[in-house]
């Protein structure tokens, strides 16, 4: 199992820093807009539809990377206040929660994708792109988010059993 868990991690890294390079070619994309909007008054077509396209892709191939750095918003305001064991029974209940509803979300998405890919869908602008391709983000970052949290709840589960805090910020005996 932890060879998986690493290699998920890998897989996780490597979806973030894609979504990093497709971020800086949202950048780049909207100063040459800009470029030929104000400079050349000829503005692109392809800029707004493109950009949506590339804040989806930063969006959900950056989830699984922002769980795997533990950078997702946590609310620790009551369960900061409570023993490590409840709080490891806390955190375990969560992580299944969130693992359900991202698994779900993940089954959804590539089904959406299914059918995107069966109909042949296009978006119904000038461009008319296949809208396969930018869907694909949608199933690939859930399903390596809901990966991640299945991995956390291994871990959090043997850190518990273990007589451990279950926290991944730190590993102390309770």
């Given at each position: 199992?932890?060879?998986?868990?690493?290699?998920?991690?890998?897989?996780?890294y490597?979806?973030?820093?894609?979504?990093?390079?497709?971020?800086?070619?949202?950048?780049?994309?909207?100063?040459?807009?800009?470029?030929?909007r104000?400079?050349?008054?000829?503005?692109?077509?392809?800029?707004?539809e493109l950009?949506?396209?590339?804040?989806?892709?930063?969006?959900?191939?950056g989830?699984?990377y922002?769980?795997q750095e533990?950078?997702?918003?946590?609310?620790?305001f009551?369960?900061?206040?409570?023993d490590?064991?409840?709080?490891?029974?806390?955190?375990?209940?969560?992580?299944?929660?969130?693992?359900?509803f991202?698994?779900?979300?993940?089954?959804?998405?590539?089904?959406?994708?299914?059918?995107?890919f069966?109909?042949?869908?296009?978006?119904?602008?000038?461009?008319?792109?296949?809208?396969?391709?930018?869907?694909?983000?949608?199933?690939?970052?859930?399903t390596?988010?809901?990966l991640?949290?299945?991995?956390?709840?291994?871990?959090?589960?043997?850190?518990?059993?273990a007589?451990?805090?279950?926290?991944?910020f730190?590993?102390?005996?309770?």
């Open positions: 199992m932890e060879q998986f868990t690493k290699f998920i991690g890998k897989l996780s490597g979806t973030g820093y894609a979504a990093g390079l497709v971020l800086l070619a949202i950048v780049m994309l909207t100063m040459v807009e800009v470029v030929s104000y400079a050349l008054q000829n503005p692109l077509i392809l800029s707004d950009g949506g396209y590339a804040m989806v892709a930063v969006s959900f191939l989830l699984a922002c769980a533990n950078g997702h918003i946590r609310i620790t009551i369960v900061e206040r409570i490590p064991r409840t709080n490891g029974y806390i955190r375990i209940a969560s992580l299944v929660l969130g693992l359900a991202i698994a779900v979300a993940a089954w959804a998405s590539w089904s959406f994708l299914g059918d995107s069966t109909r042949n869908m296009r978006s119904n602008s000038l461009l008319a792109t296949p809208l396969k391709w930018p869907q694909m983000a949608l199933p690939i970052g859930f390596l988010f809901a991640i949290l299945l991995g956390q709840l291994v871990k959090a589960v043997q850190r518990l059993r007589g451990k805090v279950v926290d991944e730190g590993v102390e005996e309770f």
